[in-house]
């Protein structure tokens, strides 16, 4: 239901875009974020944005350096990300809920992770 793409590898200081696209659903119905797992340690919200694109949030180590947006006539969103670092390696996820309860979550759908690598 949804799809997360885009993952690679990049130098540290490059950029990378995911993007999210919902299957079976209409994504402008749904407050979306990304989050992210790195090996040995829990999944950590990244960024998040409302219903129609006007509000976002950003996790403190990313802000400034990645960007989320939406287009809901796509039914997507992405998650620009610039001035890449080692430690933002990880699985990638993004997420999909109704009622937004906190950025933390509980989030009503989840994608299946792509991988983001930055060497150093």
């Known amino acids: 239901q949804l799809q997360a793409s885009g993952g690679g590898l990049v130098q540290a200081g490059g950029s990378l875009g995911l993007s999210c696209t919902a299957s079976?659903?209409?994504?402008?119905?749904?407050?979306v974020a990304w989050f992210r797992q790195a090996p040995g340690k829990e999944r950590e919200f990244v960024a998040g944005?409302?219903?129609?694109?006007?509000?976002?949030k950003y996790a403190d180590s990313v802000k400034g350096r990645f960007t989320i947006s939406r287009d809901n006539d796509k039914n997507a969103a992405y998650l620009q990300m610039n001035s890449l670092k080692p430690e933002d390696t990880a699985v990638y996820y993004c997420?999909?809920?109704?009622?937004?309860?906190?950025?933390?979550?509980?989030?009503?759908?989840w994608g299946q992770g792509t991988q983001v690598t930055v060497s150093s």
């Open positions: 944005i409302y219903w129609s694109g006007t509000s976002t």
């Open positions: 079976g659903r209409t994504l402008s119905d749904y407050v």
């Open positions: 997420a999909a809920v109704v009622h937004l309860r906190s950025w933390g979550g509980p989030y009503d759908y």
